[in-house]
């Protein structure tokens, strides 16, 4: 069982950036696939960015290809997403997910954080 923290959301203008965190409790951080996920008020939810265990390995969704960076730090037990050249269309709750048995493309997660909301002005 992980339980998953976020934080680090905010307000920016567009053009600007903005780095969010997940922290995880429990055991074994090292083991779970880690993912981002966004949801825009009315809009389902979208898979952005997943990262391996090790962190050699990542997935962006093509909306976010090239403006955001998923990285970790298992000794921090800790998954952040680098935002940069924001839109106002990446205005939404932002959350972070684990799971043991995921690939990067896709999959069921087990864990989810609570989210933390990132608004870009435009």
């Known amino acids: 069982q992980v339980q998953l923290v976020e934080s680090g959301g905010g307000l920016v203008q567009a053009g600007g950036s903005l780095s969010v965190s997940c922290a995880a409790s429990?055991?074994?951080?090292?083991?779970?696939?880690m993912g981002w996920f966004r949801q825009a008020p009315g809009k389902e939810r979208e898979y952005v960015a997943a990262?391996?265990?090790?962190?050699?390995?990542?997935y962006y969704a093509d909306s976010v290809k090239g403006r955001f960076t998923i990285s970790r730090d298992n000794a921090k037990n800790t998954v952040y997403l680098q935002m940069n050249s924001l839109k106002p269309e990446d205005t939404a709750v932002y959350y972070c997910?684990?799971?043991?048995?995921?690939?990067?493309?896709?999959?069921?997660?087990?864990?989810w954080g609570q989210g933390t909301q990132v608004t870009v002005s435009s």
């Open positions: 990262i391996s265990r090790s962190g050699g390995s990542t």
């Open positions: 997910a684990a799971s043991t048995t995921v690939t990067l493309v896709g999959g069921t997660y087990d864990y």
């Open positions: 429990g055991r074994f951080f090292s083991s779970y696939v």
